[in-house]
């Protein structure tokens, strides 16, 4: 198996019914000091659906069933797009039984010069939208 100093996977895990053994071999095909960065929808997003379902550029959100884990469907460009509600003590479990060691976590504050209008860059403020991890394999 080839071994890689960075292992990088955006949006993907919370697709996943088993994240556990991706997890596993992300971990497996790092090289030692090998950094993992790993990014989901956050969790307070895929805890409750019914804000999904209203459309539009919400001005407010729906955080229930949070620690509800499993499987959701999301309304998304007239389907229907299945995701995996976990906590972000879940995540964090999983990473640390693994064998990695979670150096950063951050849920990507928006910051004003991304944004055309103060308006839409305090709606932003309002809920995380992107949990991301930082983690490495130690020696």
């Known amino acids: 198996m080839e071994k890689y100093n960075l292992v990088f996977s955006k949006m993907v895990l919370h697709y996943l019914e088993d ?10 095909s790092l090289n030692t000091n090998g950094v993992s960065i790993l990014s989901i929808q956050h969790p307070v997003l895929t805890s409750c659906m019914a804000s999904a379902a209203q459309g539009g550029n919400r001005t407010n959100w729906i ?8 499987i959701r469907s999301e309304p998304w460009i007239g389907k229907k797009v ?3 509600n ?9 990473l640390s039984q693994t064998g990695f060691r979670v150096d950063a976590l951050r849920e990507c504050a928006p910051s004003p010069e991304y944004f055309a209008s103060k308006g839409e860059y305090e ?4 809920i995380p939208l992107f949990l ?8």
Not at 63 to 70: E, I, R
């Open 19 to 28: 994240i556990e053994s991706t997890i596993r071999k992300v971990y497996l």
């Open 63 to 70: 955080v229930d069933h949070y620690f509800h884990t499993g």
């Open 82 to 84: 299945d995701k995996y």
């Open 86 to 94: 976990r906590t972000i003590e879940d995540y964090f479990q999983c």
């Open 123 to 126: 709606r932003r403020r309002r």
């Open 132 to 139: 991301v991890s930082c983690c490495s394999k130690p020696l």
